[in-house]
């Protein structure tokens, strides 16, 4: 199991230094960013001035060699805008992602999964209808019209939560992610739930749970103890790749609660343009989604026997 | 079972499928019983100010923007947001009135100037301290500009002051300080150019000249930006960079018991329609920047109507036409690509939220003029006039390349340019590029054909946009000003004449001259001015939008106990 954790941190690597080295390209492809940082009022001398603090004026071979080995001692250079390392400002809008992000995936994977059961349990009768019609409306709705609807419904016509924010402390800045971590876990959720149902059914009518009820197992028992275990294997793998969605930064959610965390951050990047915390963000994301397909592997291998006896024969 | 009674009765298993059909559709109906109650949004504000006629010191002054703050250093910062702030910190010699007129500020009066308009000697006022309590004197005046001039700083502001005697020796290294720059006494500086110029004093109330401590620099030599001491009504609470910043009164402030307010609160980062919302909850204090429904409910709105103002902005936006390229170096197809762009036609696009000119000048500057006889405006048949005037009266068969950025809002101008020269028979073929790359197309010489261009106002006087956009002197191969490359001696001569006009009267005949040589040239196609619409809650006073400073909220009281609104949900007309 370590041999394979080490590979797959191997793997990792190189898909980032992959990716690093794509956006390298792109990003020299959009344009001088001392002449959009400046903007059009900027004379010769300053956008010089300008490369040259920030290297900009050496060859591209030459700064693709420096920020690799920048990388690989962890710094990420300074934001173009600010002049503030982007290690710095990830130090401070990580978290907040992470902590909306989490909050949102905690609350969508107990409500998705309880949904998805309810459905299944009460297949074809008005609980499943239910979940179903909350299902089909949350997929049709579009994120920027949830997160419109929650702030202007919830938060500002009911004002049962604060309109946008961060709030000032820790208990402030739980009440400012409730409602942008809710409209993100109702979208979420809805996905659960279907997975979750789809294969609770499937479940329930195979062999082993129908010997299981022969046996004289009683109904609950066989749902929790055998089938529900069986059926949330799609649910980790799904919930592995939504932690490194929500972790990199729920863009549109982000910047329509005006909670300041990476999606936001990612956003600003891209129209100021800042180049620094773009890469930033980019390298953050993806670190984050071969974390996640890690954790939902090994998640899966500790529920499944079989995964974990394949990965080990292979 | 069901499969047995089905094959008896052929229509069953369609009323299985109708009654679970009824049941999705009750499910569905009652999923909305939430909402069938939903609260109305408050109509008017949710509280009026307690009634006091003079101002009250105290409370807290919120106010927030939809970006982040990048710097609050004045000597580099250069953009909106962060001006807001320096506004607060900082201030300089002089200052602007609501009317755009110069007044002292940090100087007890305006400067005496020298009969050939070469120096101008500056009196600082008495007992004026730094945010850290240490006096300011007229060295201080003297570091902060030279500081900002250094090749080091790298300041945007280097552009206004190039008139200044000794520059660019100092820039060299040649000499130690700018010789155009002398300290007579504690409270006393002088500046000498070496050739008149109207607009110095403008450059002077500028950011980049506000005097700061150069303790702070030596205190903060990398990070100054986030560290800013200066001699404003507000001293730097706290800055949590993305969120917000804090700003508390400064008790060593000049003015006698200013400012009014204890506390400012500066939101960063609020989405418009969060910022709507908090607005209508009184939980912000102005409003800039609508969205278009809320927009429509604010300008209709009779209760909000004594705290809502829209004017136009100081800047000017445009068609702007390669003067050294085909087709746009015959003077008859840019006079009727003037003379066929449907202003109104725009302005319903845009939501009536442009407010439309037909020359260079924006409103509120000296040379514009209502009545401009040769201003652009709406007319096919003089479009087509023009046309055949240039030797094209069946248009041009190949496209022109339009460069536009990748804006908000910019693919509906694109479609409207591409609808309005139509008409005239020019055929219009989009680029789409990044802001920087066509920042970086559109500067460079004999590249680009025709784009939609901006310019907005570094101090309120007609030389800012004359001089910068159409002056011959403005054209460079690459970084060009001057983006249509319009050469025209004349015209050359009147700006010239009118940068060091001392009599108002002749300045403004000046510029009007200048204004009608270019609408009848015609580089540009001159659209609108935009439009700023703001509000405010009725128990902030004494806000006036300023028409120099965005967003300038320094002298505003509130007036508290705030009192709650019984009739928030009438609109009384």
């Known amino acids: ?314 | 079972m069901k499969k047995r009674s089905s094959c008896k009765n052929p229509g069953a298993h369609l009323r299985v499928e109708s009654m679970r059909n009824k049941r999705v559709h009750f499910v569905l109906l009652c999923s909305l019983i939430p909402f069938a109650g939903c609260p109305s949004a408050p109509e008017a504000p949710r509280y009026m100010g307690a009634g006091h006629s003079s101002p009250q010191r105290g409370g807290t002054f919120v106010f927030y923007h939809m970006d982040d703050v990048r710097s609050l250093d004045p000597h580099t910062a250069y953009d909106e947001l962060s001006n807001i702030g320096i506004k607060l910190l900082f201030e300089g010699l002089l200052d602007y009135d609501s009317e755009a007129k110069l007044i002292p500020a940090l100087a007890e009066s305006l400067p005496e100037v020298s009969s050939a308009g070469l120096r101008y000697t500056f009196t600082l006022r008495p007992n004026l301290r730094f945010h850290n309590g240490r006096a300011l004197n007229a060295e201080d005046v003297q570091w902060s500009i030279e500081k900002m001039l250094s090749p080091d700083t790298g300041s945007p502001g280097y552009n206004f002051f190039s008139l200044l005697e000794g520059l660019d020796a100092y820039r060299q290294g040649k000499q130690a300080h700018i010789s155009g720059i002398q300290v007579l006494d504690a409270r006393r500086i002088a500046f000498q150019l070496t050739e008149p110029d109207q607009t110095f004093l403008n450059a002077i109330a500028m950011t980049f000249a506000y005097p700061v401590p150069k303790e702070n620099y030596l205190a903060h030599p990398n990070d100054v930006s986030r560290h800013p001491v200066g001699t404003g009504a507000f001293v730097l609470e706290s800055w949590e960079p993305g969120v917000r910043i804090i700003f508390r009164r400064n008790p060593f402030y000049h003015q006698q018991g200013k400012p009014y307010v204890d506390r400012m609160v500066y939101w960063l980062n609020l989405s418009r329609e969060a910022a709507v919302m908090r607005f209508r909850n009184a939980e912000i204090d102005v409003l800039h920047r609508f969205p278009r429904a809320d927009y429509f409910f604010f300008k209709q709105s009779s209760t909000w109507k004594p705290y809502f103002k829209e004017e136009p902005e100081v800047n000017l936006w445009g068609l702007t036409m390669n003067c050294e390229l085909f087709p746009f170096n015959n003077r008859h197809i840019r006079r009727a690509v003037s003379f066929a762009i449907r202003r109104d036609w725009w302005n319903k696009a845009k939501a009536y939220r442009l407010h439309l000119t037909g020359q260079p000048v924006p409103p509120g500057l000296l040379g514009y003029d209502e009545n401009l006889p040769t201003q652009h405006r709406y007319d096919l048949a003089r479009a087509k006039e023009e046309m055949r005037l240039a030797g094209f009266p069946k248009g041009i068969r190949e496209p022109v390349t339009l460069l536009m950025a990748n804006n908000e809002g910019s693919d509906t101008f694109g479609e409207l340019i591409q609808e309005d020269l139509r008409a005239i028979g020019i055929p219009v073929d989009i680029r789409w590029l990044s802001f920087p790359v066509w920042m970086e197309e559109t500067a460079k010489r004999k590249n680009a054909q025709l784009f939609l261009s901006g310019w907005s106002q570094d101090f309120p006087d007609p030389s800012d946009f004359l001089d910068i956009l159409f002056h011959s002197r403005a054209i460079h191969d690459m970084n060009s000003e001057n983006k249509s490359f319009y050469s025209n001696p004349t015209l050359d001569t009147l700006l010239d004449r009118a940068r060091v006009e001392v009599n108002k009267e002749k300045r403004r005949q000046l510029y009007i001259k200048a204004q009608m040589i270019l609408t009848e040239d015609a580089p540009w196609v001159f659209i609108w001015n935009d439009l700023k619409p703001e509000a405010w809650q009725p128990y902030v006073k004494n806000y006036h939008p300023n028409p120099v400073w965005s967003e300038f909220y320094r002298d505003v009281w509130l007036d508290l106990p705030r009192k709650a609104n019984n009739s928030i949900n009438k609109d009384i007309p």
């Open chain 1, 1 to 314: 199991m370590i041999r394979y954790i080490f590979r797959r941190i191997g793997w990792s690597i190189f898909v980032v230094w992959l990716v690093v080295s794509a956006v390298f390209v792109l990003m020299n492809t959009l344009g001088d960013p001392a002449v959009a940082q400046l903007g059009p009022k900027a004379q010769k001398v300053q956008i010089d001035a300008f490369r040259k603090k920030h290297g900009l004026n050496q060859p591209l071979w030459k700064r693709y060699a420096q920020l690799i080995s920048r990388l690989g001692r962890g710094d990420l250079d300074k934001s173009f805008r600010t002049d503030i390392p982007v290690t710095q400002i990830m130090e401070q809008r990580l978290p907040r992602t992470l902590f909306l992000g989490s909050l949102s995936m905690s609350i969508e994977l107990c409500v998705g999964v309880l949904l998805g059961i309810i459905a299944a349990v009460f297949r074809r009768r008005i609980p499943d209808h239910v979940v179903m019609a909350f299902s089909w409306i949350t997929f049709s709705v579009p994120t920027f019209l949830a997160a419109l609807f929650a702030l202007n419904y919830f938060a500002f016509r009911l004002g049962w939560f604060p309109v946008g924010g961060f709030g000032t402390d820790t208990w402030d800045h739980m009440r400012h992610a409730l409602l942008p971590a809710l409209t993100l876990a109702v979208l979420g959720a809805a996905t659960y739930a279907r997975v979750m149902r789809n294969e609770l059914l499937e479940t329930l009518h195979t062999d082993y749970v129908r010997t299981a009820r022969a046996k004289g197992l009683s109904y609950i028992e066989v749902l929790f103890r055998h089938a529900v275990r069986t059926a949330f294997l799609p649910v980790v793998a799904i919930a592995g790749l939504q932690f490194a969605s929500l972790a990199s930064g729920a863009i549109i959610t982000e910047t329509l609660f005006g909670w300041p965390g990476m999606g936001r951050l990612a956003v600003e990047s891209i129209y100021t343009p800042d180049y620094p915390v773009l890469l930033g963000t980019v390298i953050v994301g993806c670190v984050f989604v071969q974390f996640g397909n890690l954790l939902s592997d090994l998640a899966l291998a500790a529920l499944d026997p079989r995964v974990r006896v394949t990965e080990e024969s292979a």
